[in-house]
């Protein structure tokens, strides 16, 4: 599974309120890829897990269609490619290899603003795999609307299929990812320092797994005890 987060598996995704119908449309991907959920965009703000998902259905394609040519890459390698591909005179190569994908997971789509040429040989990509019912998932820190001045054909064509967000999520769920971390880590960590720690880091779900990693690291460091004086 070469390009894929061993972690990033829908198992390992903690379900709650502010990211449940991003979730499942991502589910929905990987069991019927370019059907009802062709293009998916799932946008939100950074550590939310929209990588995360990304990588899931990845996993989840593979899984089912061993056989499936899946990529996932970042828009701003995605960028630096086309620019290579110019500069080495192999632009035929670069689409060639994009646009025979039967499915094409790009990260934080909203590098391609201002890239004028790498925006042009997207949409026509973005076009190739489309029409020929191939999958496109896209992840970007804001909705389609907000990507101006990215050409408005491109952000029409984000638009056609679901669009999907994250929010930070709630105090529970942050407990949940929390606990989560500690059963896959087998970690024994007294549930009140969890709660304190999910009552206190609510924007990100990467700062709070971080948290609970530098207090795990910290703690195994001093042989102290996991408590709620050493979380502060």
């Known amino acids: 599974l070469t390009g ?11 379900v709650g309120p502010t990211n ?12 019927e890829p370019g059907k009802q959920f062709n293009p ?6 950074s550590g939310l897990g929209k990588t995360h998902l990304l990588h899931s259905i990845g996993h989840g394609l593979l ?25 080495n005179k192999s632009i035929d190569a670069h689409r060639e290899r994009y646009r025979n994908m039967d499915c094409l997971l790009i990260d934080d789509i909203q590098f391609l603003i201002g890239k004028e040429q790498s925006e042009q040989d997207f949409f026509h990509t973005f076009n190739a795999l489309h029409d020929s019912r191939r999958q496109v998932v ?20 984000f638009e ?32 009140e320092v969890l709660q304190h720690l999910a009552q206190n ?7 709070l797994e971080g948290s609970l990693k530098s207090l795990i690291a910290f703690c195994c460091l001093t042989a102290s005890p996991m408590t709620l004086e050493a979380a502060n």
């Open 63 to 87: 899984k089912q269609f061993p056989k499936m040519s899946v990529l996932y890459i970042n828009a701003e390698t995605f960028v630096n490619e086309f620019i290579n591909s110019l500069k």
């Open 160 to 191: 056609w299929g679901i669009i999907c967000d994250i929010k930070p999520p709630d105090f529970e769920t942050r407990l949940a990812i929390l606990r989560k971390k500690c059963e896959l880590e087998q970690i024994n960590a007294p549930d």
């Open 201 to 207: 880091i609510r924007s990100n779900v990467r700062i």
């Open 4 to 14: 894929f987060g061993a972690n990033y598996t829908f198992d390992r995704f903690v």
């Open 20 to 31: 449940r119908f991003a979730h499942g449309a991502a589910m929905g991907v990987s069991q």
């Open 40 to 45: 998916l965009f799932i946008y939100g703000n």
């Open 138 to 157: 896209l992840t970007s820190d804001r909705p389609p609307k907000d990507l101006q001045p990215l050409e408005s054909r491109l952000i029409s064509r």
